[in-house]
């Protein structure tokens, strides 16, 4: 089992940049697919990026278009979600997510996740 718990989040004009942060409790961090998703004011929770467990390949929503990056270090237990050029309709709460199958890589969904963290309100003004 791991607990995973988000920081970073915060108020930003459009146009800047944050770094999210999700710190995972256990000695088998790499032994996880980590995903970041995101639950905008009203809206289903959506998928935003999934990174491997040795951190070599990395998959992203459509609309993130080259703005965020998500890395992660084993040996810090962390995944990050770096986010530039950051657009009003970037507003949501970002949670982060753990798999311990491989193939959840490749998924979107949230039901493929099996711990989550608690999420970190985003807000961008404009």
């Known amino acids: 089992q791991v607990q995973l718990v988000e920081s970073g989040g915060g108020l930003v004009q459009a146009g800047g940049s944050l770094t999210l942060s999700c710190a995972a409790s256990?000695?088998?961090?790499?032994?996880?697919?980590m995903g970041w998703f995101r639950q905008p004011p009203g809206k289903e929770r959506e998928f935003v990026a999934t990174?491997?467990?040795?951190?070599?390949?990395?998959r992203y929503a459509e609309f993130v278009n080259g703005r965020f990056t998500i890395s992660r270090d084993n040996g810090k237990n962390t995944v990050y979600l770096q986010m530039n050029s950051l657009k009003p309709e970037d507003t949501a709460v970002y949670y982060c997510?753990?798999?311990?199958?491989?193939?959840?890589?490749?998924?979107?969904?949230?039901?493929?996740?099996?711990?989550w963290g608690q999420g970190t309100q985003v807000t961008i003004s404009s």
């Open positions: 997510a753990a798999s311990g199958s491989s193939w959840t890589f490749y998924s979107n969904t949230r039901a493929a996740f099996d711990y």
């Open positions: 256990g000695r088998s961090f790499n032994n996880y697919v």
């Open positions: 990174i491997t467990r040795s951190g070599d390949n990395t």
